[in-house]
């Protein structure tokens, strides 16, 4: 028996998941975005162009009213180009002409939000915490005052 688009989208979209965690949105987004591209592979296999649908770009206008939805536990989507990164390098910013403070002011995102995944965000924190880099950068804050006082 020969499985559906929408049957074989759901199998990779769960397996996805069962890998890494995933909100419901995320899981909504996946599965939208499998199904297309698995839509596109067949019909090139049966020889009919299938144009892609404009739905990457209603998603991109969504997360562009609400910025701060761009950030998420797997991935940051640049909110420029839509393209989707663990990290929104200052490298990548310069090719489109801005840098961090531009894009943040530009969107909306609080300057002190970093432009990485969220699960990104919490291995380097804890890799801090772990070195004790609060500690050290503590008392070199005090020493740099007592030099100057």
């Given at each position: 028996?020969?499985?559906?688009?929408?049957?074989?989208?759901?199998?990779?979209?769960?397996?996805?998941?069962?890998?890494?965690?995933?909100?419901?949105?995320?899981?909504?987004?996946?599965?939208?975005?499998?199904?297309?591209?698995?839509?596109?592979i067949n019909g090139k296999e049966q020889?009919?162009?299938?144009?892609?649908?404009?739905?990457?770009?209603?998603?991109?206008?969504?997360?562009?009213?609400?910025?701060?939805?761009?950030?998420?536990?797997?991935?940051?989507?640049?909110?420029?180009?839509?393209?989707?990164?663990?990290?929104?390098?200052?490298?990548?910013?310069?090719?489109?002409?801005?840098?961090?403070?531009?894009?943040?002011?530009?969107?909306?995102?609080?300057?002190?939000?970093?432009?990485?995944?969220?699960?990104?965000?919490?291995?380097?924190?804890?890799?801090?915490?772990?070195?004790?880099?609060?500690?050290?950068?503590?008392?070199?804050?005090?020493?740099?005052?007592?030099?100057k006082g």
């Amino acid at each position: 028996m020969t499985k559906t688009l929408v049957e074989m989208a759901a199998e990779i979209v769960q397996a996805q998941a069962g890998v890494a965690r995933m909100s419901p949105d995320e899981i909504e987004a996946c599965l939208n975005k499998t199904f297309v591209a698995l839509r596109a592979i067949n019909g090139k296999e049966q020889g009919a162009e299938v144009e892609a649908e404009e739905q990457p770009n209603e998603e991109l206008e969504e997360l562009r009213k609400n910025p701060m939805a761009s950030i998420q536990r797997t991935k940051v989507i640049d909110l420029e180009t839509g393209q989707e990164f663990k990290i929104i390098t200052n490298r990548h910013l310069k090719k489109l002409g801005m840098t961090t403070k531009e894009y943040k002011k530009k969107w909306g995102i609080p300057l002190s939000q970093p432009l990485s995944a969220k699960s990104l965000t919490a291995k380097r924190r804890k890799l801090a915490k772990d070195r004790g880099l609060g500690e050290m950068l503590k008392k070199a804050r005090e020493a740099k005052a007592k030099k100057k006082g």
